[in-house]
């Protein structure tokens, strides 16, 4: 019993004392959790106030504490206290998930004693999203052990909210970026790829991995680099942004052309960049070369064939011209009727031929832009009666009558091209008769409008022809087009003529309409704008009776290969009574001028071995000064303006345009023996006879010689003889060098004669030493040379006299 | 620049007239002037005796222009002083300076000799 009760006392010690150790336990327990809840308590105020949510946990993970912030529902606050955290989270509603994750990290926090934090997305009973940033922060006590756990929640909802949508957006260009079509690239502002899209690694065939970090212009033909470093970057740096086309090779060595937009990308705090929007515009470009290279073809072959007919043309006309010549020739001869009539037949045939070539030449001309218009003052009407005139036998010849109704004025007078309205007004007029068989041709001519000092001429042609087809009417006025095909076989011609009317008159700045009714006939009506003029028209020159042998005996050299010209030139020549001699080429006609002496010389400019310039430059290089400076007159087959230059610049005096008009070649014969230009300028001459009108001026003014001379008088002496001494002999070879053409040395002694002159003060000559010297330096209005030297040398002569009387004579 | 108070003055100018005029000018500023009229002569000189101060016409006799003679005397004497004449303004281009060296320019005017004179006169 006592043993029992001994084990009964012993067993409540033990139970007691286990008790008490367990007691002590709690007491120790509840002391450390009165200690952690005792600051949670005191400061819960403070915790209540922070914007963010705070907990506090047991390291088993049982809540301690709860601020407002977490917890809006005062109830649950006090309830949360000592429970789990599934249990809050079952019953605040957040769910198990949330749970699940929140115990994960903090069993990782307790294992680690690190820090954890994860972001927690919760969706409220109302299926509001929440985001929130969690952080566990674990509190160890001294001895390592684990105090406590704090936990620190952020609401980031908008911040989340932003970020998803940005995430959205990046999303959207990425798939942009890697979809689209157009080829996309980021590049530095050295030019090093930074990112590309698949579009543009398909075109360049590389792969991403070998275009980023790369550069651009490593990829670019070696020809084209420089341009990308030296233009496009300064330009993308400075500009912001870049345009163009841009040329890449592709790994298979194919050449790509991008065509890009790339703009400059700042971004705060960082490099710049660029982003580049290309398109491959290759076949584009292929496309364009080829349409290009093809225009190139086309155009030449155009070009060829017009050439070919001008080149016909001009190769027809030479023995046309032959045959106009010879039959010229062949009429003065006596001739029976029959032959007569055959003479006839061959000059008119021959006169229509040169028309058809005319009318290439003239057409290829407007095509080239060369056709000239000239300005003179006519009487318009005289003019429009004149070519009608010679229309009216060809018609009386048809049985159709011509009638002219005018209103103009006769005595109009305008300024204007008066040959071309004369070109037009025939291809109308022969073209109306050309196609009327009976009835008549009605020409009215009226002053459409005035405005101030410009008129508006009409002048309407109306036939009773086969007229133009309804369908055919817009292609008359094309080249080489005829109202119908079968019109050239019958009545000849060759489409050109309406083409040339309408490109002249648009080169007047007049108009050409036209209506018809098939078979009815046509009606033509063209206007031209003239310029009036007040006082007379220019007459034309009286016919002057030329006597051909008026010139006497002179020897001519006719240097010209055709042997149809010779022929002719010789003939007309010898029948004024001139001694000819025929040279075949310009070598041949450069010997035989040294050899002999001529009055003058005909030169062909198109000639074998060497050609009529070069030869005529030859001449005016002789040493001989009466042969270097012999009359010279080109003939020639062209002439436009440009070319007459050129033969005046070679030294030519004159130049004719084949075929040779007899009256005109004398004319031009008697003008050269005759000109000043053509004589070698004996001064003297000039000087004994022109010093009168200078007699009373003082022509140079010594004042910067004195001014240097400082009262020396003997030195202003000393100047003026040097200038008596040395400028006759300066003047001498000024003329000695015009003579021959020499313009270069024209120049060179105009520019010496300048500052002597303008050392003496000779100021009338002033401006006239410095045309001298431009001119003839620029090889330009040379024609006026010979006068301003002359007057050069009038007044040098008459201010040496006065100087010789004036200065020299004080003594 | 060595100081100097008489100069050896070479000129190239081919107008007698010229020649004069500036030799009066420059009289009172030195007693030793040659004249030649093309480049050639007073390279051959310059060679042989050097001068201080050259006066160049552009447009000479021969094949040298003023600035050929120039140009040709520095290779022997880079210190030469010239002094350049022409009748074509603004010679002394930025280019011309640099192809030819350093020189002074004056455009021939009625006053070109007075100025010649001051402008050598002011450095020696």
């Known amino acids: ?811 | 620049m060595k100081q100097n108070v008489n100069p050896r003055i070479y000129v190239v100018e081919d107008n007698l007239i010229y020649q004069q005029l500036i030799e009066k000018e420059l009289e009172s500023i030195s007693d030793f002037i040659r004249f030649f009229t093309n480049g050639e002569a007073c390279l051959k000189m310059v060679t042989a005796d050097l001068p201080d101060v050259l006066v160049l016409d552009y447009n000479l006799e021969g094949e040298m222009t003023g600035l050929d003679t120039l140009k040709a005397s520095r290779s022997v004497n880079p210190d030469v002083y010239a002094v350049v004449f022409s009748t074509q303004p603004c010679l002394d281009t930025h280019n011309n300076l640099v192809a030819f060296g350093q020189f002074d320019f004056i455009e021939k005017t009625d006053d070109s000799f007075y100025r010649l004179r001051e402008i050598i006169s002011s450095r020696y």
């Open chain 1, 1 to 811: 019993m006592k043993k029992q009760l001994y084990v009964v006392q012993k067993a409540r010690k033990k139970a007691e004392s286990a008790l008490g150790k367990k007691t002590r336990e709690l007491d120790l327990a509840h002391r450390q959790l009165l200690q952690i809840q005792r600051p949670a308590g005191r400061h819960a105020t403070v915790f209540n106030n922070i914007p963010a949510d705070i907990a506090l946990f047991s390291p088993e993970h049982e809540y301690l504490f709860l601020n407002n912030h977490a917890e809006k529902e005062a109830a649950l606050r006090q309830w949360v206290i000592g429970e789990t955290e599934e249990e809050y989270c079952r019953v605040s509603g957040k769910g198990l998930a949330v749970a699940i994750r929140r115990i994960y990290y903090f069993s990782e926090a307790v294992k680690t004693k690190q820090p954890q934090e994860w972001e927690e997305k919760v969706r409220d009973n109302k299926g509001k999203l929440t985001y929130r940033l969690l952080r566990l922060h674990p509190v160890s006590h001294r001895k390592g052990g684990l105090n406590a756990v704090i936990r620190v929640g952020f609401d980031i909802t908008a911040k989340k909210i932003e970020e998803d949508q940005l995430l959205q957006t990046a999303k959207h260009h990425l798939e942009l970026f890697n979809h689209c079509e157009a080829l996309i690239c980021i590049h530095d502002l050295k030019g090093r790829l930074l990112s590309v899209n698949p579009a543009t690694c398909r075109c360049m065939e590389y792969s991403e991995d070998e275009l980023t970090g790369r550069f651009i212009y490593d990829f670019m033909p070696e020809n084209r680099r420089n341009e990308f470093k030296h233009v496009y970057l300064p330009a993308i740096r400075q500009n912001k942004t870049a345009g163009g086309v841009l040329s890449i090779l592709s790994k298979t060595g194919r050449k790509i052309f991008m065509l890009f937009q790339n703009a400059v990308v700042d971004v705060e705090g960082a490099e710049p960049y660029v982003i580049g929007f290309s398109l491959d515009i290759t076949e584009r470009i292929y496309a364009e070369q080829h349409l290009l290279y093809s225009k190139k073809v086309t155009e030449q072959a155009s070009h060829a064939k017009e050439t070919f007919l001008a080149n016909m043309s001009h190769e027809i006309r030479t023995p046309i011209n032959g045959i106009l010549g010879i039959s010229g020739l062949l009429s003065k001869t006596p001739l029976n009727e029959l032959q007569r009539n055959y003479l006839q037949l061959i000059q008119e045939s021959s006169n229509n031929l040169l028309v058809i070539s005319n009318d290439v030449l003239d057409m290829e001309k407007i095509i080239s832009g060369k056709m000239q218009l000239e300005q003179l003052g006519f009487k318009i009407v005289d003019k429009i009666a004149i070519n009608i005139q010679s229309f009216i036998y060809r018609a009386e010849e048809k049985g159709v009558a011509i009638i002219f109704q005018n209103t103009i004025p006769a005595d109009l007078v305008v300024t204007g091209d008066p040959f071309r309205l004369s070109q037009v007004l025939n291809n109308i007029l022969s073209n109306a008769i050309k196609f009327t068989e009976k009835g008549n041709i009605i020409i009215t001519t009226r002053i459409r409008s005035y405005y101030e000092c410009t008129t508006i001429i009409e002048c309407i042609v109306k036939d009773t022809g086969i007229g133009i087809s309804e369908n055919r009417i817009d292609e008359i006025f094309e080249p080489f087009v005829q109202a119908d095909p079968s019109t050239s076989r019958k009545y000849g011609g060759t489409g050109l003529g309406l083409a040339i009317c309408k490109n002249l008159l648009e080169m007047l700045g007049g108009s050409l309409q036209v209506e018809s009714v098939e078979s009815k006939g046509s009606t033509f009506t063209f206007s031209i704008p003239y310029t009036l003029t007040e006082g007379n028209a220019s007459e034309p020159e009286p016919p002057v009776v030329i006597d051909y042998l008026s010139l006497g005996n002179k020897k001519v050299l006719v240097a010209e290969d055709g042997e149809l010209n010779q022929f002719i030139v010789k003939h007309m020549l010898e029948s004024w009574g001139f001694e000819v001699s025929v040279a075949a080429d310009g070598m041949e006609a450069l010997r035989m001028i040294q050899e002999n002496s001529y009055d003058l010389v005909l030169m062909d400019v198109q000639m074998p071995v060497m050609d009529g310039l070069t030869t005529t430059r030859r001449i005016r290089q002789l040493n001989d000064q009466t042969k270097a400076g012999i009359p010279i007159i080109a003939l020639t087959a062209n002439v436009s303006k440009g070319d007459s230059e050129n033969y005046i610049e070679a030294g030519m005096n004159d130049y004719l345009s084949k075929p040779v008009n007899e009256a005109k070649l004398f004319k031009a014969i008697e003008k050269n023996f005759k000109g000043t230009n053509t004589k070698p300028i004996d001064m003297n001459e000039i000087l004994t006879g022109a010093t009168e009108s200078f007699h009373n001026q003082r022509l140079y003014d010594l004042s910067t010689i004195i001014a240097v001379s400082g009262g020396d008088e003997e030195f202003v002496k000393k100047m003026v003889k040097l200038f008596i001494e040395t400028v006759p002999a300066n003047l001498q070879e000024l003329n000695a060098y015009l003579n021959t053409r020499n313009w270069d040395m024209v120049s060179k002694m105009a520019h010496k004669l300048k500052s002597t002159l303008d050392s003496m003060g000779i100021d009338s000559l002033r401006q006239d030493v410095r045309t001298v010297e431009a001119s003839a330096k620029r090889n330009e209005n040379l024609e006026n040379l010979p006068a301003l030297i002359y007057k050069i040398n009038v007044v040098i002569k008459n201010c040496i006299a006065q100087l010789e009387n004036e200065v020299l004579a004080l003594n």
